[in-house]
């Protein structure tokens, strides 16, 4: 019963805290714009208006299923692990080389690119959680600064390793054609990605929730010194689950290169790491809404570019709408003194149930 | 190999350590006070962020540069009093509330200046002010110290001038004590009496001064103006440089100095043209090690508690 409250006002947390930020973007909107009805019809409609648009959602939420399944692993077993932004940046490189240099036939170049940038994602994301084990240095600290080691040395393999002096801009060579991954329908630019990441979601959402190992970082995330008391090997699964996070997300940014770039054109670190993070706090780390929480953040994203195309509202309205909403999600009191009423009249009405 | 040396060995060099350490300095001690009150805050970046673009906005509408400073540091401060009402008063995850801010500084400030402008790179076309340099008189006419130490912008000065603030203020005062106080254990700190939630409000509110400071700067001494995202880390490295400095802040300043170290070689590198991507890890990689080394002697304390429980037993015996 009070579980059932519990996950209920959860849901009913996110979806206030989702309301809050969108009516405060309004509010923003209608200062700074000259047509902000316009503008909003463009938010909220204009990414259904046609399909290409609807197609650019499914394409921009394609990263996030698997950044989103990373980060509720990582984040399950309490590490705050930044490194998703980084492992997601290398597995798109790794993948980058492994498509310009290798000769493999259809079919097995692209999953060869995938296990590259699955292999480097997951050292990634293992970097921090040795620190935090071995030398008890912070995850957050360590993972951010690696993020920036992990730029570096992406940008070193571009720059050095796989330039295509040809292009006129910092990128790589094209892509051998083996290596595409297909388009799924012809109209939009969604690709086989998507089967790809649906997939992880489910594989996630059984080895976090239905396997031993799942069950076991979810104690070590809920009370470390419990799950140490009650024998449970905490380095270990620590190291483990930081593990497949990151190369869950580094397996992400090689399905990203591969389904919807040509060549490696990345100047800067894509975000889609730390958008993970969103993703993953609205899906109260459960793979399973991983999916419904990232099409919500592309569709954000979509409307508003449409707006920044169609109005004089900057695109940067996103981040003022993200920050809100993570706020309000990670906040414990907010709400809390109406789940607690709702707790209280729950156990008082079973209690007189009992009693009669 | 030669004219590497020559180019680190030089005044030119061990001037542009300061000049670029100057905002991790003040960044390392609004971490320090905001630590030292039992906080674990890495929103610095959105505040410094916030603050460069106040000071630039201030500056610019008014031509005025106190008024520029305040406003920069008004926005710096909201930012930290954000972070407080949301931590402190509803019981948000610290790290994720940072994340948030951090986000909202690089993007809000974006929004901001161009509602304001029009543009999203830099604020070049306002006409903002900048803080002057100072040329210290007598020391500027000493052969090599003078060129390495005068002639800094007015907030390098500051910055070590915050250093020995913040020593007094920690150590040497009641507010000091109190925020140490609650900072290691808060229950003992209210059964004195001490008001644990202002006391913490109170050391966020001088942490985002402090890292404001080093926000403008950025937009006002280190280059004339804003742009998107300058920070790029510093914030997090101030955070790193606390880290390793163990909250003592002659250290953190020393710890701050050696990252900025870090990124005065990389520039070296880059105008020397050779392949810059590794030294511009540099920085980074020593704060990755310098947060390891805290964790070693972290346990070098822990074995110290040790010895001290042995011999403790064996006198009562």
Redesign the interface.
């Given at each position: 019963m009070i579980n059932k409250i519990e996950n209920q006002f959860k849901f009913i947390r996110i979806a206030i805290s989702i309301s809050i930020a969108l009516l405060l973007a309004f509010l923003?909107i209608s200062f700074?714009s000259k047509d902000p009805l316009f503008a909003m019809y463009n938010l909220i409609i204009g990414p259904f208006e046609n399909i290409r648009r609807v197609g650019n959602i499914v394409e921009l939420m394609i990263p996030l299923l698997f950044t989103g399944v990373g980060v509720s692993i990582m984040y399950s077993a309490g590490q705050?692990n930044?490194a998703s932004e980084g492992a997601f940046f290398l597995g798109g490189v790794a993948a980058a080389y492994v498509s310009v240099t290798f000769l493999l036939p259809y079919g097995i170049h692209p999953v060869v690119a995938m296990i590259a940038g699955g292999l480097i994602g997951g050292l990634i994301g293992l970097i921090p959680a040795i620190?935090f084990v071995?030398?008890?240095?912070?995850p957050?600290?360590?993972s951010?600064?690696?993020n920036?080691?992990s730029y570096?040395?992406g940008?070193?393999v571009i720059?050095?390793i796989i330039f295509d002096p040809e292009t006129g801009y910092l990128s790589s060579f094209l892509y051998k054609e083996t290596a595409i991954l297909p388009k799924l329908f012809s109209v939009t630019r969604i690709h086989w990605g998507l089967v790809i990441g649906l997939i992880v979601v489910v594989l996630g959402y059984l080895f976090l929730k239905k396997s031993k190992w799942g069950y076991a970082i979810r104690m070590i995330g809920m009370n470390p010194n419990f799950a140490q008391y009650s024998g449970i090997n905490v380095g270990f699964y620590i190291l483990l689950c930081q593990l497949i996070g990151g190369a869950i997300a580094g397996i992400g940014g090689a399905v990203e290169q591969l389904g919807m770039y040509s060549r490696f054109q990345y100047q800067k670190l894509s975000g889609h790491g730390?958008d993970g993070?969103l993703v993953a706090?609205l899906a109260n780390y459960n793979p399973k809404f991983v999916p419904l929480a990232a099409f919500f953040i592309a569709y954000v994203r979509v409307g508003a570019d449409v707006m920044a195309r169609n109005s004089d509202v900057?695109i940067?309205?996103?981040?003022?709408i993200?920050?809100?909403i993570?706020?309000f999600v990670?906040?414990?009191?907010?709400l809390a003194g109406w789940k607690h009423r709702k707790i209280v009249k729950a156990s008082q009405e079973r209690f007189a149930s009992e009693e009669a | 190999m030669d004219v590497i040396f020559k180019s680190i060995f030089s005044t030119v060099f061990f001037y542009t350590i300061l000049r670029v350490a100057t905002p991790l300095i003040f960044v390392s001690m609004a971490a320090l006070i905001v630590r030292k009150g039992g906080i674990m805050c890495i929103a610095f970046e959105g505040m410094m962020l916030f603050a460069a673009l106040g000071g630039v906005i201030g500056s610019a509408l008014t031509q005025n540069l106190f008024v520029g400073l305040l406003l920069g540091t008004i926005f710096g401060v909201t930012i930290a009093m954000i972070f407080a009402y949301f931590v402190l008063v509803l019981q948000s995850n610290n790290v994720l509330t940072g994340l948030a801010l951090n986000i909202l500084g690089s993007g809000g400030t974006v929004f901001l200046l161009f509602a304001l402008t029009g543009e999203k790179g830099t604020s070049s076309s306002l006409r903002s002010l900048q803080v002057p340099h100072w040329n210290i008189p007598i020391i500027k006419d000493i052969p090599i110290l003078g060129e390495i130490i005068s002639g800094h912008n007015l907030f390098t000065y500051l910055a070590f001038l915050t250093v020995i603030l913040v020593y007094i203020l920690v150590y040497k005062t009641r507010l000091g004590l109190r925020i140490r106080s609650v900072g290691e254990n808060p229950q003992a700190a209210e059964s004195v009496g001490i008001k644990v939630i202002r006391t913490k409000v109170i050391s966020l509110l001088i942490g985002g001064l402090i890292a404001s400071f080093g926000g403008m700067y950025m937009s006002m001494g280190y280059l004339p103006f804003f742009t998107r995202d300058m920070m790029s880390g510093r914030g997090f490295i101030g955070i790193a440089a606390q880290n390793l400095g163990g909250g003592i802040p002659l250290n953190t300043m020393l710890s701050a100095m050696l990252f900025g170290s870090a990124e005065a070689v990389s520039n070296v590198f880059q105008s020397l043209r050779l392949p810059s991507e590794f030294v511009q890890m540099l920085p980074y990689i020593v704060t990755i090690v310098g947060l390891i080394s805290i964790g070693g002697v972290k346990k070098e304390s822990k074995s110290k508690i040790k010895r001290i429980k042995e011999i403790k037993e064996s006198t009562h015996e």
């Open positions: 923003i700074v705050i930044m620190l071995k030398f008890k240095a912070l957050v600290v360590s951010l600064m690696l920036y080691i570096f040395l940008m070193y720059h050095y730390f993070v706090i900057p940067e309205i996103v981040s003022i993200q920050a809100v993570i706020v990670a906040s414990e009191r907010f | -």
